[in-house]
């Protein structure tokens, strides 16, 4: 299982980006994909996720400013970031979570771990 994230890059205040997250492998079904983001001198945080039955959960600093979606059929997540402000810099974090794969002998095996992809740069300028 391999998390893609890209959409990352340099954008004013007040502007916007959208990050795309793509998973790659055997999964039959996610649970819960999502995002992350670690600024300098900062711990991990929770950006935003969505369920595979469609709830989200926002951060509060970005509720009303970035949007959470996925495509189920595509194994992908989105997240639309309007409104930027400085304080969002960061490398943000695909996150998956409760997959449900696969075997090449056909069995369907559902795990608990965590997947997090390589991050992707978000800078915004003041």
């Known amino acids: 299982v391999q998390l893609q994230a890209s959409g990352g890059g340099l954008v004013q205040s007040g502007g916007s980006l959208r990050l795309s997250c793509a998973a790659s492998g055997r999964i039959v079904r996610i649970d819960d994909m999502g995002w992350y983001r670690q600024a300098p001198g900062k711990e991990r945080e929770l950006v935003a996720t969505a369920t595979n039955g469609g709830g989200t959960n926002y951060a509060d600093s970005v509720k009303g400013r970035f949007t959470v979606s996925r495509d189920n059929g595509k194994k992908m997540v989105y997240l639309q970031m309007n409104n930027l402000a400085p304080d969002d810099t960061a490398v943000y974090y695909c996150?998956?979570?409760?997959?449900?794969?696969?075997?090449?002998?056909?069995?369907?095996?559902?795990?608990?771990?965590?997947?997090w992809g390589g991050g992707t740069l978000v800078t915004v300028s003041s």
């Open positions: 996150y998956a979570h409760g997959l449900t794969t696969l075997t090449p002998t056909g069995e369907f095996v559902v795990d608990g771990e965590d997947y």
